[in-house]
């Protein structure tokens, strides 16, 4: 059975963490989780219930550029069964909303509507693209002060209706996912940031073309912050099932450290240029959330890098920054420790810190 907090696998003969309620006993997986269920157990039945009969329904906060294009997107994969749009900017919300109804007809069926807070009640997910986007040379740490305003405004008025998942996109995305944890005091499988899914898929495009192998068969993941610090797993990079230092010899084309450097560089540094060049990134990360999104509302158990609280990974603990987890109905379902070299390490407590250090300055 599942752990009603966590939403991890427990064996009733193997935990010794279980409570009575309502004539039924719920099994933990850890203490924690089973501290948690006490102090407000009605929230975690409330929600196994809801997950069970929750409909594909996705409201997104913030109709900008990202979470209109993810509407778009998210039509487009027929994954949501009603997809809601809430901006403080109703008009803007509403536009999109008519301009997305009108290509229904092209579209799998689906129930596109403009809503407000209380539309997050029935809600999988409630996606958050609201706030203020970097601007030419600005760093997404930059963001933090404007930002953390608006979420002290809305988080509070999305937990209010209780939605099963929350999916924080609005930047700097590891300290507002930290936020919004903490401000809505949902348990942690619940409050999930887009992290670097995107920098992953950015990673994993230019290694492909790099290669010259599908992207789809080129695995390698970004982790740490969605920033400046974020950290590229070189030790574990593949093609295929080859490791990266055997594949290379292979291939004859050169390879040196100048050429990953190169590689990682444009990862970073992929967001100012394209904000240099047309203003915002949408299009990538859009489809990013899709596959969060989809693995989420179809239980699928994928491995994606998103943005989590950490206890424990390489000694981190009490700040959110993205691993690989597998993301099923109820969220986070657990994080995989992945085998890291030692500068690799360094790098990731490092980015750990950062990010700590940003946190530490600010009034939550
Ligand atoms: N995590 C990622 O990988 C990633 C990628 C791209 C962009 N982003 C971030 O996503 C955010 C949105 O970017 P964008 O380009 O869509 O910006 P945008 O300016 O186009 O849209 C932001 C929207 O938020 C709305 N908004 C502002 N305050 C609000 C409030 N209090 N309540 C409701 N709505 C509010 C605005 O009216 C606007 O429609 C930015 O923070 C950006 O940095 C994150």
């Not at 004859?252 to 240029?273: L, M, P, T």
């Not at 994928?302 to 000694?315: A, E, F, I, P, Q």
Request: hydrophobic share 40%.
């Amino acid at each position: 059975m599942k752990d009603p907090v966590c939403g991890m696998e427990v064996r009733e003969d193997q935990t010794e963490h279980q409570v009575r309620y309502l004539d039924k006993t719920y099994y933990f997986c850890a203490s924690r989780c089973k501290d948690f269920f006490q102090q407000s157990p009605e929230r975690y039945v409330k929600a196994r219930h809801e997950e069970l009969k929750a409909e594909r329904k996705v409201a997104v906060v913030g109709a900008g550029q990202v979470g209109s294009t993810f509407a778009f997107a998210l039509m487009m994969s027929g994954l949501a069964s009603s997809i809601v749009l809430i901006d403080a900017q109703y008009d803007r919300a509403e536009g999109h909303v008519m301009d997305l109804n009108h290509g229904l007809l092209f579209v799998p069926p689906a129930r596109i509507n403009v809503g407000d807070y209380s539309d997050c009640e029935d809600a999988a997910i409630v996606v958050v693209t609201a706030g203020a986007g970097q601007k030419p040379g600005e760093t997404r740490l930059d963001l933090v002060r404007k930002n953390m305003d608006i979420f002290k405004s809305i988080i509070p008025q999305i937990v209010q209706h209780d939605p099963r998942i929350i999916i924080i996109v609005s930047n700097p995305v590891d300290v507002l996912t930290y936020v919004a944890l903490k401000i809505s005091e949902y348990p942690v499988n619940r409050v999930i940031g887009s992290g670097t899914v995107l920098d992953t898929a950015r990673f994993r495009y230019l290694l492909s073309k790099h290669c010259r192998v599908d992207p789809r068969n080129v695995h390698a993941y970004v982790v740490g912050e969605h920033g400046d610090s974020e950290v590229p797993v070189w030790s574990r990079v593949n093609v295929g099932g080859v490791l990266f230092r055997h594949y290379c010899p292979d291939c004859g084309k050169q390879c040196s450290q100048d050429v990953k450097d190169e590689i990682f560089n444009q990862v970073k540094g992929a967001a100012y240029e394209i904000i240099q060049k047309k203003g915002a990134t949408y299009y990538a990360i859009s489809l990013a959330l899709v596959r969060i999104v989809g693995s989420i509302l179809r239980d699928e158990n994928s491995v994606l890098t998103v943005s989590t609280l950490m206890d424990g990974y390489y000694d981190i603990s009490d700040v959110c920054l993205s691993v690989p987890v597998i993301l099923n109905r109820s969220g986070v379902s657990r994080t995989l420790k992945i085998a890291l070299d030692e500068s690799e390490i360094k790098r990731l407590q490092g980015s750990a810190d950062v990010l700590k250090n940003v946190i530490k300055g600010l009034d939550i």
